[in-house]
């Protein structure tokens, strides 16, 4: 007997969401995500503070140990507040465009996007750590979580449309009707 989704680790959690598992197109095509909101909450939460830990390990090595826990709960508590203040007009866009998906459907494939951000941010985290205890600069600091903030990102909406392409119904097809233009009924005068 295989264990299901739920019953599983946030490591297999988090295997099975890279893996598509989430987000298989026959369900998506059918309106359905198939996880709970609250896993992905979770994944969320765990890796956003993780790599904020990772983020703010830098304020140690200035004397602002705080930094840790402050950018542990900011990372995810960014990603999680946008959604939730755009969530409205993502899912009005998303009805308009024909999408299969009802509106908890909507906020868990958004979750899964966003977990997805995570996750690979999260992944970033040790080579941060290890940044950090190797460079005084900040700047070079700032740039490095810059640059994974934007790949996290580029990656996590790659997944989104990819995710949508079975989502979103098909338009239908409209075929302009041909018109020839009227018939001049001019005789020629070659004398004009």
Known sequence: ????????SIVGTIDHLLRGGYTRPEDLAGGRVGIPTGTMLIVCLVMGAFYGAMMGLYGT?????QMVIASAVKVPLLFLLTLFVTLPSLYVFSALARSHLRGADTLRLLLVAVAVNMVVLASFGPV???FTFSTNSYLFI???NVLFFGVAGIIGLG???RALVPVMGKAPIVEKP???PPALDVAYDPAL
């Open 178 to 180: 041909v018109v020839e």
């Open 1 to 8: 007997m295989s264990d299901t989704p739920s019953q599983r």
């Open 61 to 65: 090595t200035t004397g602002h140990s």
């Open 142 to 144: 700032k740039l490095l």
């Open 128 to 130: 941060t750590a290890f």
């Open 159 to 161: 997944f989104l449309r």
